[in-house]
């Protein structure tokens, strides 16, 4: 395995790790719901983890678009692990677009450098998942900070060698007055306050933690929070969770039409009852393809005009991505479910789709869909004209 690269194509760097690493070895993340340090291994080995990150500083200079690329093709091996690169890759696209300062800008060369894991601590315990609002605060102390959360989740947080955290500006700022802090693995301490048995994404391997904090403040975003997530972290996060659904949906599909065809085989002259679904199923599995095609569009043209980007159709669209997407890709399981039968509620059977149909519940719970429908009707009833 070489290290991934414009000329050698990261889709087929993701092809090769996942036929080679993930694939093998989802099972087992899934039913032990262990951390996929095989995986991990590999993106750091590809070049993964440094993906948006410039040549120039160390990174392999990936587009948005290409790293959606590759998690398409990642989320059809193991979603968890697809989650994993995700996450982690929404951090580094916030430090590439706002980290302008040295300080930041020398953490995101060591994270290209060292190939850091970085995970995130955005959900607070007391606010109940509403992110753009803190209750705990980055207290200054000379030139360092400290800060004390109670963190309802963080994906790999035992494993990642930084977490970047939400908090008010000052113990004095109001609760939507936040910032983004980098915590570095050495300066902080994570005590554990929930287990992580969940029904899907198991291998993200995602307990509660009381995070402990500190660092230097030059290791605070100057970039308000609100400015940094609706420009960068939001669209950011719904085009990569959206992307590796869409994997999610090409596996269904792909294993639903191998049990068909062999179902046809075993006829032959006549179509097999199942068979006329697999139209539908590629209809579901188009649209999903388009919303994502459609959504790295306006990202574009809001990174080009920043009045498109800061305007309520573009908001509520991206907000509009993420709920789509996930109930598109827990349609086209359905679907594949009646195509395979029983061949498909077997857990070990060829075309299994129990591990993926968890996964895809899943996806309509991380940032509830219920919450994003009710900010999407709240910048409804302000925006004006037609």
């Given at each position: 395995m070489t290290t991934a690269g414009r000329d050698t194509g990261l889709r087929d760097a993701a092809r090769e790790i996942g036929e080679g690493v993930l694939g093998p070895n989802a099972d087992d993340v899934d039913a032990t719901g262990r951390f996929p340090t095989e995986s991990v291994d590999?993106?750091?080995?590809?070049?993964?983890?440094?993906a948006l990150i410039s040549v120039e500083e160390g990174g392999l200079g990936a587009t948005l678009d290409e790293l959606s690329d590759v998690l398409i093709e990642l989320g059809r091996w193991c979603a968890s692990s697809a989650m994993i690169l995700a996450l982690h890759s929404i951090q580094v696209a916030c430090l590439v677009r706002h980290g302008e300062t040295e300080a930041l800008a020398a953490f995101r060369r060591r994270v290209a450098a060292q190939n850091l894991l970085l995970a995130s601590a955005a959900a607070e315990a007391e606010v109940r998942g509403d992110v753009r609002s803190s209750v705990c605060a980055v207290r200054a102390d000379g030139e360092s900070f400290t800060?004390?959360?109670l963190v309802p989740v963080i994906s790999y947080g035992s494993y990642a060698d930084a977490v970047f955290a939400t908090a008010r500006r000052t113990p004095d700022s109001a609760p939507s007055d936040q910032v983004l802090v980098i915590c570095e693995k050495d300066e902080f301490a994570l005590t554990q306050t929930s287990d992580w048995d969940a029904l899907g994404f198991r291998g993200t391997c995602s307990p509660g933690f009381v995070l402990d904090a500190r660092g230097p403040l030059n290791h605070v975003f100057p970039t308000p929070f609100g400015d940094l997530s609706s420009e960068t972290m939001l669209p950011v996060t719904h085009i990569l969770w959206a992307s590796l659904w869409l994997g999610m949906a090409k596996e269904a599909d792909a294993r639903s039409r191998r049990f068909a065809q062999q179902a046809a085989r075993r006829s032959p002259g006549s179509l097999p009852p199942s068979?006329?679904?697999?139209?539908?199923?590629?209809?579901?599995v188009q649209q999903l393809d388009d919303l994502l095609l459609g959504a790295r569009a306006r990202l574009a043209t809001a990174d080009a005009d920043p009045?498109?980007?800061?305007?309520?159709?573009?908001?509520?669209?991206?907000?509009?991505?993420?709920v789509a997407a996930s109930g598109l890709l827990q349609e086209i399981v359905q679907k594949a479910f009646l195509i395979c039968g029983m061949a498909g509620y077997a857990n070990h059977s060829p075309f299994s789709l129990g591990r993926i149909l968890r996964d895809a519940v899943g996806a309509q719970l991380m940032i509830n869909n219920d919450r994003i429908n009710v900010n999407n009707a709240e910048l409804l009833l302000v925006q004006r004209g037609r």
């Open positions: 590999a993106f750091r080995q590809v070049g993964f983890l440094r800060l004390h959360k068979a006329l679904r697999l139209s539908e199923m590629a209809l579901g009045d498109y980007g800061a305007s309520i159709a573009y908001a509520t669209s991206m907000n509009s991505l993420k």
